[in-house]
């Protein structure tokens, strides 16, 4: 099969900004790069610049004003740089658009700026302090990918980190207008490539805009051989002219051509959705689309918080494998993104502890792999980084036998207590039934369910499924493969004085620092279990692993006494959800009958694609198999699902959006059976 994308580069960290500080015209320090001896703005004139070469020529303000669609305005910028361009347009957008209109930044950067340069650039602008001061709070870790960023409620920014032609052509959204920023192009020839127009040409609204500072003769021809009409317009300052335009007819996504099967569905009315399971996964995506507007039913037979997510306590935690692939950088993503959204959701930190996650090497073949991932994974400290036993044992205040990875940004998190506050979003309505059947009406779908009150329906447009194992319950999804785990966690009260972690500790199962004096530690795995009666034999197994993982704390514990004796804990069971690749599925339910007839042929020859997109259950989306690491695979989950329903940019890389869709086994499965 010919490869749908060029592959993305392994998890890696990014080359931070070199700047040094220069007075401008006016005197006044302003950053200048090192590496491209060009300066960011002037700060003289740098804000009247942007208002002139980026938002006026643009056309923004008044395409602003006259925003009327359901769907949000999307900025395409090229160099992040300062986010004084970003700033601005918000700043715009405020003023001029109407209260439901919504906005969407999209912006590249390769050599992301420290956060303190970043706060000395920007304060340059002190009537932009308070957009500053949101932008710095959430200011990602240098790791290339996507982060996305809450401006307020109707702005979101996505950063995509790394070189700007293949950000672009990874990105999966389309652009209104497009800021063509990034060092002159005498100075940064590699950007301003072929490669980079077209990216831009095949992202492009019919009849976005575009505005450039430039007039070079390279910037002309490219956007010209890309489809762009451009045309010179008074300059800013000293300079007489710059370029400015429109694309009228962009370009097909050539990319579809490998995979039309994950062709997105076409946008479908939105005036209510239904969630249905109120575990992480669907309350994450009740709060997201309650965020954009849509009004939600968030049905569950037992409340927000049921299922695995009801736990006292719960990790955000990942296992990257040691050779980058798709799975680990959605995981690493995911993590990221958690980490970012619960900071914005509950900065005072009641639902969660952002305290750190050690990953302990207990033989030699984790250690082996552990020190290949490392090796493969150039990453930040700040996001991941090996330790010894020592340290190990340093970070978390208890004995620890065995070195490991440090995620210095996971920790644990108070599963119940978000799934309620989530579920409390404004614009989520709850129902508590049990939905036994789903059927499709011409005006969307239709509910049947059994409530206290005896057997009732619900009318929905669209309809997101997020019930766990039970999730391929239903007609439309049983053809998605779904394998129930239990787990049970165990906890005992500590006695006072009793030592305990200051950090989550991971090896076969975990132990969490504790909360409100109680250890918290598991969880077994017992795939195809499904009973969720606490058993004394999974309080054993979860007290053995401990002791064998932790052998010194272990011991501590009976001395300080407290009684390792299973009769004195309490325990909860749940049945969690694997798919067959451990991938979450999140995106839309294919319609599998539809499928297996579309693409037949690939079964005797899989590079015979035929040119049909494949079908789905318009306005049916899933997010389950989140299996035990919920916590940082499912908000991002629901982005890339309230992202697709209301039409906006994706919050992660095309490739990764496809390894997350629910329909990959059914492909996989008619090319093997050839
Ligand atoms: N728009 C910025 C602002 O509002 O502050 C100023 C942009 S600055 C003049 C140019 C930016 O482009 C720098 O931050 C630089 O690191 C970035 N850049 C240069 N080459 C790049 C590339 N190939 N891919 C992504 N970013 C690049």
């Given amino acids: 099969m010919p490869p749908a994308h060029d592959p993305l580069p392994p998890l890696a960290g990014l080359t931070r900004a070199h700047l040094d500080w220069r007075p401008d015209d006016g005197g006044e320090d302003t950053p200048h790069s090192s590496e491209f001896d060009d300066v960011y703005f002037s700060r003289h004139d740098g804000r009247a610049e942007t208002e002139h070469v980026f938002l006026d020529a643009n056309r923004l303000p008044e395409r602003f004003q006259d925003w009327t669609e359901d ?33 969407h930044l999209v912006s590249t950067e390769l050599y992301p700026l420290d956060r303190r340069d970043l706060a000395r650039a920007l ?33 979101t920014l996505d950063l995509h980190f790394g070189d700007t032609a293949e950000r672009l052509r990874w990105l999966d959204g389309r652009v209104d207008a497009w800021f063509l920023d990034g060092f002159a192009p005498a100075r940064n020839p590699d950007m301003w490539q072929p490669a980079l127009f077209a990216a831009m040409a095949a992202r492009s609204r019919p009849g976005a805009t575009f505005a450039t500072f430039t007039c070079a003769g390279v910037v002309k021809r490219g956007l010209a051989a890309a489809g762009f009409a451009w045309r010179k317009v008074p300059g800013f300052g000293r300079k007489r002219e710059m370029l400015a335009g429109e694309i009228a007819t962009p370009p ?66 990942v296992k990257l494998a040691a050779e980058t692939n798709d799975q680990s950088r959605c995981y690493l993503a995911g993590l990221l993104h958690s980490r970012r959204w619960l900071d914005a959701l509950d900065p005072d930190g009641s639902l969660w502890q952002p305290c750190g996650v050690l990953q302990l090497a207990t033989t030699p073949r984790e250690a082996k792999r552990q020190t290949a991932f490392l090796a493969n994974h150039p990453l930040p400290d700040s996001v991941v980084r090996g330790v010894s036993s020592e340290q190990a044992s340093q970070l978390a205040d208890i004995p620890i036998e065995n070195g490991g990875l440090e995620y210095p940004l996971a920790g644990w998190v108070r599963p119940d207590a978000l799934c309620r506050r989530l579920a409390a979003t404004p614009g989520v309505t709850l129902l508590r039934a049990e939905v036994d059947d789903i059927t499709a009406t011409p005006e969307g779908w239709r509910l049947s369910m059994t409530t206290d009150q005896g057997p009732d329906e619900f009318d929905a447009d669209q309809v997101v ?46 132990v969490a620092p504790p909360r409100e004096g109680r250890l918290t530690f598991g969880a077994t795995f017992r795939p195809n279990e499904t009973d969720t009666r606490v058993s004394d034999a999974d309080h054993r197994a979860n007290r053995d692993e401990l002791t064998r993982t932790l052998p010194g704390y272990a011991a501590a514990l009976e001395g300080s006494g407290a009684p390792l004796d299973t009769a004195a804990f309490d325990g909860r069971a749940a049945v969690r959800a694997a798919s067959p690749d451990k991938t979450p599925y999140a995106g839309p339910v294919p319609d599998a009958a539809a499928w297996r007839q579309a693409y037949a042929l690939l079964a005797k020859d899989a590079t015979r694609i035929p040119d049909l997109a494949g079908q789905h259950h318009p306005g049916l989306w899933i997010s389950a198999a989140h299996g035990s690491r919920g916590l940082a695979s499912a908000p991002l989950c629901a982005e890339v699902i309230a992202s697709r329903i209301c039409d906006e940019p994706m919050p992660l890389e095309a490739p990764l959006v496809d390894h997350l869709h629910p329909g990959r086994r059914l492909i996989r499965e008619l090319i093997r059976g050839g």
């Fill in 71 to 103: 769907r949000p305005f999307v900025i395409g910028e090229t160099g992040f740089g300062t986010g004084l361009n970003m700033l601005c347009a918000w700043a715009c957008f405020d003023a001029h658009a109407p209260a439901r209109a919504r906005l």
């Fill in 252 to 317: 097909a996504d050539e990319r579809r051509r490998a995979t039309p099967w994950f062709t997105p569905p076409a946008p479908c009315p939105r005036r209510r959705v239904a969630v249905i399971g109120g575990g992480i996964a669907g309350t994450s995506v009740a709060a997201a689309l309650a965020r954009r507007g849509v009004a939600v039913t968030l049905i569950d037979r037992e409340g927000p918080g049921a299922g695995a997510s009801g736990n006292r306590q719960g990790v955000l935690y």
């Fill in 465 to 510: 499924i997020a019930t766990a194992s039970l999730a391929n319950r239903f007609t439309q999804t049983a053809d998605l493969p779904l394998q129930p785990v239990r787990g049970q966690v165990s906890s005992l009260t500590l006695p006072e004085n009793a030592p305990a972690p200051s950090r989550v500790i991971c090896a076969g199962g975990y």
């Fill in 123 to 155: 304060a340059a602008w002190p009537d932009l302090a308070d957009r500053a001061a949101v932008l710095l709070a959430q200011w990602p870790e240098p790791v290339s990918g996507v982060h996305r960023l809450w401006l307020d409620a109707r702005v």
